[in-house]
């Protein structure tokens, strides 16, 4: 944690509202994204982040002035996203569905599809049906690019739970992708091999 | 994909999606390229990596949360705290004791055959069988005679057996049916 963070905590503790400001503008973005990338409505997204900053300043005396509050944020953010979408969220289509639904594209020729808008759109689905610890691994790690460590502080679980999250939900997202191109279709080939052919 | 394959090709995964590639490393790198197989398998996991960053990218791209957005959190940061559904309940709460040893103390006013301390009242072995414990109110004031008592008194539910006293209750009693009792 930076000096400049940390005096930003007790400014703020000490009931500064430039401080909060300061506090507001250092870390909307980061809260700001990983609403908007769980919740995928812009107008919820704020709202969650507006909770966030409301209750961060509400509760300013119980932050740690040792450590980024960043971590906290994302996790109160991640929160406030499950408990209200829990609340609002019609019934994913479950992945089998998405790759029924895929299956046509799927067949024809798999190294463009893999690449096509589809698959984007599925896996997006995908993303939204993945439970929500998983769901929440994978923006960590993949769209803010936290580490390991960073993203199992935020979510509250050590390491190895973070990766296996990650590992579980690239297993189910891998799911969605052409059958053709899930496990290497033919048997175990050296390169020597195909010279020699 | 031989089992060996399979396991070189788990393990090359996890090194490439979790930024383990070192020395250790090396035997599997070496083998990845010699092996089409582990290759398309790890060349598949990027792939879909590289899909899920464009498609959790393409979720926030463009946004960003609106210029107002500070304007209300301080609204709202400076507003005073709506109480908690804990902090409504809080005040009954703390009268929820008063309330409580009130109720129990009318309840054994009103019942008083609900106090479990109450000593009650017996017939000693050569009593008769009732004994007035406490008297109200004369009633029916006939001839100059009270022929009826608002009575506290106790009796034994089987006269002839003894001296244990059964229960006791208020009663509008005749006075013929105290014939042969005592008093207080």
Same mark, same amino acid.
């Given at each position: 944690m930076?000096?400049?963070e940390t005096g930003?905590v007790?400014?703020?503790?000490?009931g500064?509202?430039?401080a909060?400001?300061?506090?507001?503008?250092?870390?909307?973005?980061?809260?700001?994204?990983?609403?908007?990338?769980?919740?995928?409505?812009?107008?919820?997204?704020e709202?969650i982040?507006?909770?966030?900053?409301?209750?961060?300043?509400?509760?300013?005396?119980?932050l740690?002035?040792d450590?980024?509050?960043?971590?906290?944020?994302q996790?109160?953010?991640?929160?406030?996203c499950?408990?209200r979408?829990s609340?609002?969220?019609a019934?994913l289509?479950p992945?089998?569905?998405?790759?029924?639904?895929?299956?046509?594209?799927l067949?024809?020729r798999?190294?463009?599809?893999?690449?096509s808008r589809?698959?984007v759109?599925?896996l997006q689905?995908?993303?939204?049906?993945?439970p929500?610890?998983q769901?929440t691994?994978?923006?960590?790690?993949?769209?803010?690019?936290?580490?390991?460590?960073e993203a199992?502080e935020?979510?509250?679980?050590q390491v190895?739970?973070m990766?296996?999250?990650?590992?579980?939900?690239l297993r189910a997202l891998?799911v969605?992708?052409?059958?053709?191109r899930r496990?290497?279709i033919?048997?175990p080939?050296?390169l020597a091999d195909?010279?020699r052919? | 994909?031989?089992?060996?394959?399979e396991?070189i090709?788990?393990?090359?995964i996890e090194?490439?999606?979790?930024?383990?590639l070192d020395?250790?490393?090396?035997?599997?790198l070496?083998?990845?390229?010699?092996? +089409?197989?582990c290759?398309e398998a790890?060349g598949?996991d990027?792939?879909?990596?590289?899909?899920l *960053?464009?498609? /959790? %990218? &393409?979720?926030v791209?463009?946004?960003?949360?609106?210029p107002?957005?500070?304007i209300?959190?301080?609204?709202r940061?400076?507003?005073?705290e709506a109480p908690?559904?804990l902090g409504?309940?809080l005040?009954?709460l703390?009268?929820?004791?008063?309330?409580a040893t009130a +109720?129990?103390?009318?309840a054994?006013?009103?019942?008083?055959n609900l106090?479990?301390f109450?000593? *009650?009242?017996? /017939? %000693? &072995?050569?009593?008769p069988?009732?004994?007035?414990?406490?008297?109200?109110?004369a009633?029916?004031?006939?001839?100059g005679?009270?022929?009826r008592?608002?009575?506290r008194?106790?009796?034994v539910?089987?006269?002839?057996?003894?001296a244990?006293?059964?229960?006791?209750?208020w009663?509008?009693v005749?006075?013929s049916?105290?014939?042969?009792?005592h008093?207080?």
């Amino acid at each position: 944690m930076t000096e400049s963070e940390t005096g930003l905590v007790e400014r703020m503790q000490s009931g500064d509202l430039q401080a909060f400001e300061e506090f507001f503008v250092t870390y909307q973005r980061p809260v700001y994204l990983t609403a908007l990338a769980i919740t995928r409505d812009p107008f919820l997204a704020e709202e969650i982040l507006q909770d966030c900053f409301v209750k961060a300043y509400r509760v300013r005396h119980r932050l740690r002035t040792d450590v980024s509050p960043l971590p906290w944020l994302q996790r109160v953010c991640t929160n406030l996203c499950y408990s209200r979408l829990s609340r609002r969220r019609a019934p994913l289509e479950p992945l089998t569905d998405l790759i029924g639904n895929l299956a046509p594209d799927l067949s024809a020729r798999p190294d463009e599809v893999v690449e096509s808008r589809e698959i984007v759109d599925v896996l997006q689905q995908g993303i939204d049906a993945l439970p929500p610890k998983q769901q929440t691994a994978i923006i960590l790690y993949y769209l803010h690019g936290y580490s390991l460590a960073e993203a199992a502080e935020i979510a509250g679980c050590q390491v190895g739970t973070m990766k296996s999250r990650i590992h579980y939900a690239l297993r189910a997202l891998r799911v969605l992708l052409p059958v053709a191109r899930r496990t290497p279709i033919r048997g175990p080939r050296r390169l020597a091999d195909e010279r020699r052919a | 994909m031989t089992v060996r394959c399979e396991r070189i090709a788990r393990e090359v995964i996890e090194f490439f999606r979790f930024g383990d590639l070192d020395a250790r490393s090396a035997p599997h790198l070496a083998h990845l390229a010699v092996c +089409i197989d582990c290759r398309e398998a790890v060349g598949l996991d990027r792939t879909l990596v590289m899909q899920l *960053q464009r498609a /959790l %990218a &393409a979720r926030v791209d463009g946004h960003a949360a609106s210029p107002g957005a500070w304007i209300e959190i301080r609204r709202r940061a400076l507003e005073p705290e709506a109480p908690t559904l804990l902090g409504r309940l809080l005040p009954v709460l703390r009268l929820a004791p008063v309330g409580a040893t009130a +109720i129990v103390v009318l309840a054994l006013l009103v019942a008083p055959n609900l106090n479990p301390f109450r000593v *009650q009242p017996h /017939l %000693a &072995a050569g009593e008769p069988t009732w004994r007035i414990l406490e008297e109200v109110e004369a009633m029916d004031v006939a001839d100059g005679v009270q022929a009826r008592w608002w009575l506290r008194y106790i009796t034994v539910s089987a006269p002839h057996t003894g001296a244990v006293a059964t229960f006791d209750r208020w009663e509008l009693v005749s006075t013929s049916a105290l014939v042969g009792g005592h008093s207080r």
